[in-house]
C-alpha cells in the first residue's frame, strides 16, 4: 500500500512540474480552444443574421458602374437604377452643339 501510493505521488509531482513547465503552451491551447468555441458560436448566430437579411430591402444593380446597392438609396430614372447622382449625369447624352 505504501508502494502506491508512493508512486501516486511521483506520478502526481511529474505532472505538476510539467503543468507548470508547459503552462504558457496550456494557457495559449485553452485560448485556442475558447477561440475556436466563439467562432462557431459566430457562425451559428450569422447564419441567422443572413436569414433575416433576406427578408430586407432588395439589391439592384446601377447601369453605369455595376455596382449593387439597397433599392431604397437607388437613384430610379425611368426603370433605370443607378448607384449615385453621379452615374446618372454621366450616363444621359449630352446635346451636341451645331
Request: charged letters at 20%; hydrophobic letters at 40%.
Amino acid at each position: 500500500m505504501r508502494e502506491a501510493i508512493f508512486i501516486l505521488l511521483i506520478v502526481f509531482g511529474l505532472l505538476a512540474w510539467t503543468a507548470f513547465r508547459y503552462r504558457k503552451q496550456i494557457s495559449g491551447m485553452i485560448g485556442f480552444a475558447r477561440m475556436l468555441k466563439d467562432a462557431k458560436q459566430n457562425l451559428t448566430q450569422g447564419s441567422n443574421r443572413i436569414k433575416d437579411a433576406d427578408k430586407s430591402i432588395p439589391l439592384v444593380n446601377c447601369s453605369q458602374c455595376g455596382i449593387w446597392v439597397p433599392q431604397n438609396k437607388a437613384r430610379k430614372v425611368g426603370d433605370i437604377f443607378y448607384c449615385s447622382d453621379q452615374c446618372v449625369h454621366t450616363s444621359q447624352p449630352r446635346a451636341k452643339a451645331f
